[in-house]
């Protein structure tokens, strides 16, 4: 029998725009290679720049926030696997899935712990480092919640892995670490050479926080390698600008807004150095995992490399200070010899990545828990605790804000 799953999406998947649209496309490729029937909904707008999911023989569905004709939906598909794109959406959705589909598995996809993010975003503007109680946030209950009222979570990173089970004290198999799939790795015969490279560059959703900030903390370090450079360009890419992005352009001074790359990797191979003063974040990020493909070197910061590095080795350099992520993007992008080595170290890096990334981990956790759900959700107590009546606020507020709807009708 073929299983069926239904993927809820925080919006349609935009692979070119974000990478947690190239990561949703990564799961459901694991589940369709496995021959599932797979079903999308999402209560978001389409753009012209969403995955043309049909292609993959996806079927598509859109449905309203906090209505019961979704009830009718879910009834009517009986899904097997319910998987969430994000804490936001389980909260939104799941006890809806659970009354009318008891026994389908949820599955929570949390693109990064947005709890971890928004501490280090709240200690960044404080200009404070971050300490431990600032992690139990009103947000991490949300997000803590939404793990323990699902049957399994996908982490993308292994720090936040760690965090979980060592600080949250969450059970391991509530969990499955599967971080970023590698990009199809452009052949080094259809690469540029050093000498055909020119430039820095840096790419990001522009409406991701992480990205603008970083964005920021570039135009405050740029002159300092423009002064040294006067030849060099930072070029800087990303979907959905706004005014105050394109505000920053200063083509004068070699630093360039321009916009959304219809292609990541035919952009980025052309550039020397790809730039990244991350101060802040949380998960993998995608751009690095472009940059491993198109063997371009990374400055990046010890929170940019966090969910990347492993046994040490990295494409490029980590600089906490100014004074030597400038010294180290001049020296990547003048010296050749570094230039190539931090290429070694990449493409190693990449082996190594590839030892990690068992595609078949996640349904080699999830079929034993469809086998024997009744005792993975009983022993995942805490869960059942948060199931029950007096802990459903989402449920209570959503059939609150339904009722209050139906009454405007």
């Keep these: 029998m073929e299983n069926r799953l239904l993927v809820i ?6 692979p ?47 449905i309203l926030l906090n209505d019961d004709s979704f009830d009718a939906y879910v009834r009517d598909l009986k899904p097997d696997y319910v998987m969430f794109d994000r804490f936001m959406v389980e909260e939104q959705y799941s006890w809806r899935v659970r009354e009318n589909c008891p026994q389908a598995i949820h599955i929570l996809d949390t693109e990064d712990l947005h709890f971890l993010r928004q501490a280090r975003q709240d200690a960044f503007k404080k200009e404070m480092e971050l300490n431990e109680l600032s992690l139990y946030s009103d947000l991490a209950k949300r997000e803590i919640a939404s793990i323990y009222r699902s049957d399994l979570t996908i982490i993308i990173s292994a720090y936040e892995m760690n965090l979980l089970i060592k600080q949250f004290h969450i059970q391991e198999s509530l969990l499955v ?29 522009f409406i991701h926080e992480p990205n603008w900030r970083t964005i920021l903390e570039l135009k405050r370090i740029w ?33 360039i807004i321009k916009g959304r790359a219809e292609s990541a990797l035919e952009t980025m ?38 969910g990347m590095l492993i046994e040490g080795n990295w494409p490029g350099f980590i600089c906490e200070e100014d004074d030597e992520f400038v010294e180290r993007s001049i020296e990547l992008y003048n010296q050749e010899d570094i230039w190539r080595s931090s290429q070694d170290r990449g493409q190693h890096l990449s082996e190594l990545w590839k030892a990690k990334q068992e595609k078949k ?18 022993r995942n107590f805490v ?21 209050k709807n139906g009454k405007k009708k």
């Design 16 to 62: 070119e725009s974000s990478a947690a649209g190239w990561r949703i496309l990564q799961l459901i490729e694991i589940f369709r290679e496995q021959g599932f029937e797979i079903h999308f909904a999402s209560a978001a707008s389409k753009s012209e720049h969403s995955y043309p999911l049909e292609k993959l023989g996806i079927q598509k569905q859109a």
């Design 177 to 205: 670490y599967l971080p970023l799939l590698n990009r199809d790795y452009i052949p080094d015969n259809e690469l540029p050479s050093f000498e055909e490279r020119k430039d820095f560059m840096f790419i990001g959703n």
């Design 383 to 403: 869960g059942q605790i948060l199931w029950s009546n007096q802990f459903a606020a989402s449920k209570y507020m959503s059939l609150w804000i339904e009722a």
């Design 9 to 14: 999406g925080l919006v349609w998947p935009e």
């Design 223 to 255: 002159p300092s390698i423009r002064k040294r450079l006067p030849q060099a360009e930072l070029h800087i890419y990303g979907a959905y600008p706004s005014q105050k992005v394109w505000e920053l352009n200063k083509p004068s001074s070699g630093f």
């Design 269 to 306: 191979k052309g550039y020397r150095v790809l730039l990244a003063p991350i101060p802040f974040g949380a998960g993998q990020k995608g751009k690095f995992m472009d940059a491993l493909a198109t063997q371009t070197p990374i400055v990046t910061s010890a929170v940019g490399a966090e």
């Design 361 to 378: 981990q996640l349904l080699n956790v999830l079929l034993p828990i469809k086998d024997n759900l009744e005792i993975h959700r009983a």
